[in-house]
């Protein structure tokens, strides 16, 4: 069982760049595989990125690839999103998510693959 905490959001203008960091409980943070999701109000929750649980692999949308960039730091028990360039149609709440596996190589993209996730940051971007 793991305990997730987002934070970092707020409100950045276009072309800004903000660090969301996943704080994660418990002394098995590395058995866990790990991704990022956002929703925005009257849409569907949509995955942003993956990375695996010993941070040698990482996957991330269409949408946000080349500006937002995952990782991790089991030493820290912490899982970052860094965002870059970004844009009004970004806004949203995002979710850190965590998954317990035993494949070290493994991504995962579908949100009914993981079975822990924090309340949210809301991330603002304005024109």
């Known amino acids: 069982q793991v305990q997730l905490v987002e934070s970092g959001g707020g409100l950045v203008q276009a072309g800004g760049s903000l660090r969301l960091s996943c704080a994660a409980s418990?002394?098995?943070?590395?058995?866990?595989?790990m991704g990022w999701f956002r929703q925005a109000p009257g849409k569907e929750r949509e995955f942003v990125a993956a990375?695996?649980?010993?941070?040698?692999?990482?996957s991330s949308a269409r949408s946000v690839k080349g500006r937002f960039t995952i990782s991790r730091d089991n030493a820290k028990n912490t899982v970052y999103l860094q965002m870059n360039m970004l844009k009004p149609e970004d806004t949203a709440v995002y979710y850190c998510?965590?998954?317990?596996?035993?494949?070290?190589?493994?991504?995962?993209?579908?949100?009914?693959?993981?079975?822990?996730w924090g309340q949210g940051t809301q991330v603002t971007v304005s024109s």
């Open positions: 998510a965590a998954v317990e596996t035993s494949y070290s190589a493994r991504v995962y993209y579908g949100q009914q693959d993981y079975y822990y």
């Open positions: 418990g002394r098995t943070f590395s058995n866990y595989a």
């Open positions: 990375i695996t649980k010993s941070g040698g692999g990482t």
